[in-house]
């Protein structure tokens, strides 16, 4: 099985910018992949070379086994950027039909397009009705038109509301469950953390880390949180038997812990009389993607 996106050394540079440098990854078939990176870490330079809208100075990119911005590679990539814009006299149902007759499609799939984004009922409404969680499936459903093999999403989800954003990650899930792969650019930690399966996190133009949350979490060895709440009215004693706690004044007892004294020092407290409950809190995709995304100097 050949891989949907092989980006191999890719370096870009603007007028004294380095945009991109020596960036290699890959996606694979049905991947769900999250670019993240803090403003200007290159992520859009990168779509928009995936794209095949701007060259590249070295290294070497292949989109569907094929160059990006080729006809090949068009055909089979679909893009959605941050704030699809469409005219808000046409209906959902007009706007998709004129999408599909652009790309040489039969312009009746329209509705089932529209369907399948859960915009089936409101297809004949105009545009202009549409929330803008309504108005990004209509995104999303131009973006399905002839069944991509990639997805690159800009920000998809940004401005939506909880249920709207749960709602389009389960259409990307059934997506990538039919092996279309998935890029998708974010700042929305939280959410990417639950639905991607490999985080990419850029900064400065350079690929920092790369993998699951899981291997993010061990590459990063950042020190694992301990909450412990003590019996009742044993909180002193129990702050004398674990000098490194601290107080934050919530009654309980907090402890930062190194990945390697984890277990021993789990083991010590559940020893402890004086121990009512305790919680553990791996570190989080937001302390991992800080300690990856420090610029230089920081
Ligand atoms: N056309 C351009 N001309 C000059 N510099 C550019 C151009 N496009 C991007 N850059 C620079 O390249 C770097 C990467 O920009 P890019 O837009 O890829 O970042 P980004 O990660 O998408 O940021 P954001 O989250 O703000 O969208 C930035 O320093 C930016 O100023």
Known sequence: MTSTLTISHLTKRFAGVEALRDVSLTVEPGQRVALLGHNGAGKSTMMKIILGLIPFDGGAVTVCDAAPGSAAARAQVAYLPESAAFHPALTGEEQVRHYLALRGKRPSQALDLLARVGLG???????????????????????????????????PTSGLDPVSRRDFYTLLDDLAAGGTAILLSSHALTEVEARTDRILILSGGRLMAEGSLADLRRKAALPVAISVAPTAGQKAALAAALPMARANGDGRLHLDIAQGEKLPMLARITGLPQVADLEVIPPSLEDIYSHFSRRDGQ
């Open 121 to 155: 009922d409101a297809a004949k409404r105009r545009i202009g009705t549409y929330s803008k969680g309504m108005r990004q499936r209509v995104g999303l459903a131009q973006a399905l038109i002839g069944k991509p093999r990639l997805l690159v999403l800009d920000e």
